[in-house]
């Protein structure tokens, strides 16, 4: 059986340099798309369908790509629920956050308010989908994965967890399609009363030592290793101190 | 005991009567005698005693009696109390609670709140299930509402949705504040945004004058824009409470929570590698050190505990750990929640690359080294024993938990 998946894809910027380029969290959602359905993924992407840096997406081996035609500064959301709520796709993949604009990473949410389906947030794998639900590897911080089981059809965000996204190649870049399809434009209204600006290097918070008197501002400054309230077990058994110890990796919840 | 430093006249006579036992035992020890040579010499650190503000005097006059007696200079300071009695408005904040306590980035956002809440507003913690935390006074929780249940624990994110919605009715905060992390708290902001179809501002590492600024796209460019009702935002938003004590009232939701049909099903977390987690953001690491004879039990022993291995400087140097397992200074800086230190005596280098660890454990022989200072627990013992014991200690706690399931 093969399950109807659409990537959602927008361009990114060069962390650097700030040139256009394939976002790297869309082309994970790619890449997982391509797994999973192979050559019957559909790529979507709402914007400018002149832009150079969307022929990279084609180059990871598409043969064609959605473009919902809007201009800069548009409202993507009304197009996108639009769009899915017709398209019968069972998965639709998205990166969890845009390199260019706001970047609020709201928009997989309002798809799936807008749409009525779950969401899952930072998919990792997707094991397995049978009798109208999925099991899937969601990441968590610190490298630690969660098995969800939800339901189809359902949206789901990428980080940076999601495999990596292959190479993209010319040849299939140059052959590849970029259909164009002219919808209704919203403006968003955010841009009337945000304005955006270059960013800022946030300083580094300097640790403060607020102390009466100069002899706590030297024990303070001089302080070699900080607690002293710890509790020492001294005196007992190999078995009182492996429990002790025990007790407190299981109250931690890092021994299950 | 009063700081104050008294005259102790029994202690006056004791010294002027040169017949009386205790004499010699409470006369001030010696500072200068004579040397072998004929030098007199002096003991300078031996002079004076320890005022009441830790400050080191010197009584020339001759009537010395400071110093005699051990006093405690140091009184736990009592912060000045704020309340609010009838609050006008409140400021909402749901912290992340990683591990059940207030996170450095939950402190700074409640530091944001009372920026915002001002004298009249009160700040107002809202905690999913139980928690562990303690000082919800002093990081400035006015007022604590816990929502507990069956339905809040696991991963139930459209069931918190549904009781933030239900504080949002009661309450109707004037601002909600999240923070916007990936442990959680981005992930409930967006949703229950989503689910009010406001307009949050994200990322925001700036409130001042109405108006906030936070990152936008990857990162490139800030966003300024008028002060949102709903702020997601970033790590060190704003400086933490410290100068003043909070009531932490606990507040009740005068409705019950609507249930609601959950479409996710968490089924519960995954065995991961341990080894594959990068050291830097391992939740719970087991490292070892110069103190550690038996490789090959410790390497069972986090077998066993499901720990991420690590290793002291000497450990790596001796050849015992591979480089990239070294923690500290010239190795990796780790931010484990959970780090137990087998026989590492805790080197500055060492103790610097654990600065972000919240709890530590040592194991450990010897009783005064500076990683007993630092941790919060320390089992004073031989490595090998202790490891053996834990080992046994796990397998009889895991089997009992499978023995309850069945």
Known sequence: MTTNVISLVSIGAHPTSGRPRRADQDARAVE????????????????????PALRAYLGMGLEQLHVLEQPAGADALPALTAYLRDAGAQVVLTGSQAETGEGSGMLPFLLAEGLGWPLVVGLAQVESINDGSALVLQALPRGQRRRLKVK?????????????????????????????????????ELLAVATLQPAKPRPKRLKVIKAKSGADRMKAA???ASGGGGQVLKGVTAQAGAEAILKLLIEEGVVR | MSDIIRRDPRAEWIARNRLHPLHAAMQPAQHSWMGPNGIIRKNLHGIGFIGPNGIKRIDRSGAQQGGAVKRSATVE???????????AFYISVVPDMVGGRLSSHDRD???????????????????????????????????????????FSGYAPEQRVQGLRAVDNQFNPRHWLLPDSRSGG???????????????????????????IGRAGAGLQDLARPLARLILAAAECAEPVSETRHEALPVELSTTVARSLSRIEDLGAVAVDPAAIPMAE????????????????FHETAAALGATEGASRVAVDDGFMARDRQVGASGT????????????????QHLQGIGACDKVVAINLDPGCDMIKRADLSVIGESAEILQALIAAVEAYRNDAKRDAA
């Open chain 1, 152 to 188: 189809l059809p359902f949206l789901a965000t990428v980080d940076n967890a999601a495999p990596k996204p292959r190479q993209s190649a010319y040849g299939p870049a140059r052959r590849g399609v970029l259909q164009a399809e002219d919808i209704e434009v919203v403006d968003d």
């Open chain 2, 77 to 87: 300071v009592q912060l000045p109390l704020h309340q609010v009695p009838a609050p």
């Open chain 2, 186 to 212: 981005g992930e409930l902001g967006r949703r229950f945004t989503a689910a009010l179809g406001e307009r949050p501002a994200t990322r925001v590492w700036q409130v001042k004058d109405q108006e906030c």
């Open chain 1, 222 to 224: 001089t302080a070699k």
């Open chain 2, 109 to 151: 956002l409640l530091g944001l709140a009372h920026q915002l809440a001002g004298e009249d507003g009160a700040v107002l913690a809202v905690v999913f299930g139980e928690h562990k935390e303690s000082a919800f006074a002093t990081a400035g929780v006015d007022r604590l509402l816990v929502l507990e249940g069956e339905a």
């Open chain 2, 333 to 348: 800086w780790v931010t484990a929640r959970v780090y137990v230190a087998v026989g590492i005596s805790g080197a500055i």
């Open chain 2, 282 to 297: 391992a939740e719970f690491i087991f490292s070892g050190g110069n103190g550690v004879k038996d490789w090959a039990l």
């Open chain 1, 32 to 51: 997982l798309g391509l797994q999973l359905a192979g050559d019957n993924l559909q790529v979507l992407h709402a914007g400018d369908v002149a832009e």
